[in-house]
């Protein structure tokens, strides 16, 4: 009988290995389960339930050979399995495997045979990864996105760059004078009527054009004139690609492309695009040959990003004798000249100017709106193009029939701030008009360190997100200890996908997802990796995120202190730094603080580490005094016709507050509101701090209290940065308190 004929009227003991292959495999573990029952009853191995639960294939030649791997497993109490069943065997041994076979098995536990005899030896099951056959190599997903993400780099430059400029406020520099290169280079340039010009007032707004591609360029010079585009897909198959475009070419901008458009989208638009590769290498030195090019002939700079900065230059101009146009044209061709990239320059009167001013310049022009010129100027543009101003914005002045300037300067204030609040409105009232008396900001130490990936992030299993924390925490404790600082105050912050949502639009992308936070404040400062993991694994279980619903994490240190655990900013060094380098008095500088204690209160007791008391023995200690003193804010003075305590969901009304402490108060309430709008936010809070100093000093801490209650009030509406920087003030206060006073305030 013939294998078909056999089969004809049913299996033929091979089709689809069910009959006589399911046959033999029986048939072998019968055989070794039978040996094993009788080398159990023959054996008495201290040893023989080493290897229980698990179950090995040999592939391949090995050393020792599969017969006695087999009498170890049997000696042993392992099974033995001559065909790699899936659902029974645990490990596959070998020595070597072709390609071919570690592709098709690369899923499973591959080990070497002296796991074996190793663990026999020791007489303990040992870590079968330590003899895998293929080592995987653990990449650190943490280090190689920011190696390869845009994002972390411009961010990365743009506070290098505030620290440079930070440098160069409080230390100086030893750069050239471009004072005199200016003067040198006017002497050979013909002498015109633009020379003759006159500014009260000159900002500078300097944008290198197409930053990333002119950089790609000087590498690539048969590409000028060509549809470019920077990005990290090649492209592939056409209108496929989500990944965005950073920056592209002016050839690529006539037909349709725009930067943060997907390559996919771009190439539908423009399908002879060439898409480049970043070059973070290769940005960073002409970035930095931008800053101290443009520092040689002015001090005064606000670092934007790393191919945009502010810089005041009207005292330069009038040194010179020249117009700004001149200067910008000289600046233009210096910039060409030493980093090989067009820059375009705008002038104006103030920031806002300025900056509208080179979007008339770009590409690779300057434009100057002089003095007086700001409401011809500006009436005709459209309200998009003033900056700050976004799509919801435009959207909602559009829908009141206003697509210009000149059409909101027509719409009263009252209109706009029952549409936008008192501030914005008050922005948009002086914006439309060209009016902007914000000065350059001169930049501050951070007052958080931060770390954040929401972008490929899918996770499986705990050990994942572990892992994942683990690289998270190594990257902060880099950035901690390379600015010198450690923190009191730990914040994660995580993006978990929504319920219901669907597949990302951008591949890898977080999605729609449900934002989530958490912080600690820590008895102690750090900034070492493994307290940082620790504590953010503990603030990630509160939250209880399924490691696949994971699309984002973030870890922020606040409450910064130096190496030796010394505030940041103590109370005479907070003050000390605004008066040095702050160029606007919005407070009154309050005067330095007292030597001693006003002779209306009790001097405090001699400074002692801080005890934790319960509330019975706090009662008990200020009943026994015969002279009342702080014990945890009872003020100095008391208020004038108001009571000395307060409930702590009532603070005192505003008529209560003392006369000589309402500017204060009403000034700090103008930059609580601002803090919490998120204008100009690290600004306002140093001056509320500063506002807080004065009352400190003032010795009205009522006053302090209700103040800083106010401030607490917000806290919970607050995630981002704007509650740290609120935290910071009210622990600020509260450091100030302890100073003076010798007491702690309560919020």
Aim: a positive charge.
């Amino acid at each position: 009988m013939t294998r078909n004929s056999r089969g004809a009227g049913g299996d033929n003991g091979w089709a689809e290995f069910g009959g006589y292959m399911a046959a033999k495999k029986k048939k072998l573990e019968d055989q070794f389960v039978d040996d094993e029952s009788k080398q159990q009853k023959n054996d008495q191995n201290p040893l023989q339930k080493l290897f229980e639960g698990v179950g090995i294939h040999v592939n391949g030649y090995t050393n020792p050979s599969a017969d006695e791997l087999r009498r170890l497993m049997l000696l042993h109490g392992g099974k033995y399995y001559v065909y790699p069943i899936k659902d029974k065997v645990t490990h596959i041994v070998a020595s070597n495997l072709p390609q071919s076979k570690q592709n098709a098995i690369k899923e499973q536990k591959i080990v070497k045979p002296e796991w074996i005899t190793e663990s026999i030896r020791r007489g303990e099951l040992l870590r079968w990864e330590s003899f895998e056959l293929f080592p995987k190599k653990e990449e650190n997903f943490v280090s190689n996105f920011f190696q390869k993400s845009r994002l972390h780099f411009i961010a990365t430059w743009a506070k290098e760059m505030k620290q440079y400029v930070l440098q160069l406020y409080t230390h100086g520099s030893d750069l050239p004078d471009g004072l005199t290169a200016l003067r040198q280079w006017l002497k050979e340039r013909p002498s015109d009527s633009s020379s003759a010009a006159a500014a009260s007032r000159v900002i500078l707004h300097v944008d290198m054009d197409c930053f990333f591609v002119s950089v790609a360029l000087l590498s690539r010079p048969e590409l000028r004139g060509c549809s470019v585009a920077v990005a990290h897909s090649r492209g592939g198959a056409l209108g496929r690609s989500t990944s965005d475009v950073a920056s592209c070419s002016y050839e690529a901008r006539e037909k349709g492309v725009k930067g943060g458009m997907s390559v996919g989208k771009a190439q539908e638009l423009c399908p002879d695009l060439i898409t480049v590769p970043y070059d973070f290498d290769a940005y960073r030195p002409i970035s930095q040959r931008l800053y101290s090019l443009v520092a040689s002939y002015t001090r005064t700079l606000e670092s934007v990003s790393c191919d945009e900065l502010y810089a005041d230059c009207t005292q330069l101009v009038a040194d010179a004798g020249c117009s700004p146009l001149v200067f910008a044209e000289h600046l233009r061709q210096r910039i060409r000249e030493e980093t090989g990239c067009p820059a375009s320059c705008g002038l104006g009167p103030n920031r806002l100017l300025a900056r509208m001013a080179t979007r008339h310049a770009k590409p690779d022009g300057q434009f100057w709106i002089r003095d007086g010129e700001e409401t011809s100027f500006i009436g005709s543009a459209s309200v998009g193009e003033l900056p700050g101003v976004g799509r919801a914005t435009e959207k909602r002045l559009l829908e009141l029939c206003v697509s210009t300037c000149a059409d909101l300067q027509k719409v009263p204030v009252e209109k706009l701030r029952r549409l936008f609040g008192p501030k914005q409105a008050q922005w948009l009232h002086d914006s439309c008009r060209g009016r902007d008396d914000t000065a350059l900001e001169r930049p501050r130490p951070p007052a958080s360190v931060s770390v954040e990936i929401s972008y490929g992030v899918r996770m499986e299993q705990e050990d994942d997100v572990r892992r994942f924390v683990k690289q998270l925490s190594e990257e902060l404790e880099g950035r901690l200890k390379s600015g010198g600082v450690r923190g009191r105050n730990l914040t994660i912050r995580v993006k978990v996908r929504a319920a219901g949502a669907g597949p990302a639009r951008k591949f890898m992308g977080h999605g729609i997802c449900d934002d989530k936070s958490r912080s600690v404040n820590l008895l102690d400062s750090i900034n070492e990796a493994s307290r940082i993991a620790e504590e953010a694994e503990s603030l990630l279980r509160a939250l209880n995120v399924p490691p696949a619903d994971l699309r984002g994490l973030g870890i922020s240190m606040s409450k910064l202190e130096d190496g030796n655990g010394n505030r940041r900013k103590t109370l005479d060094q907070f003050f000390q730094q605004r008066a040095d380098c702050s160029t606007r008095e919005q407070v009154p500088a309050p005067p330095a603080p007292a030597a001693a204690a006003p002779k209306d209160t009790v001097s405090p007791r001699k400074a002692r580490s801080p005890k934790k008391r319960s509330a019975t023995k706090k009662k008990k200690l200020s009943a026994s005094k015969s002279q009342p003193r702080i014990t945890e804010l009872a003020p100095p003075r008391p208020l004038h016709g108001a009571s000395t305590s307060t409930s702590a969901d009532a603070p005192p009304a505003e008529a209560a507050v003392p006369a000589a402490s309402l500017p204060s108060l009403q000034a700090a309430k103008q930059w609580l509101s601002r803090v919490v709008e998120g204008r100009d936010a690290v600004a306002a809070a140093s001056e509320l701090s500063m506002a807080a100093y004065a009352l400190i000093n003032g010795h009205d801490l009522e006053t302090l209290r209700y103040l800083l209650r106010s401030i607490h009030r917000h806290l919970g509406d607050l995630v981002d940065e704007r509650k740290t920087l609120l935290e910071n003030v009210i622990a600020f206060a509260q450091d100030g308190v302890q100073t003076l006073y010798g007491t702690t305030i309560r919020v």
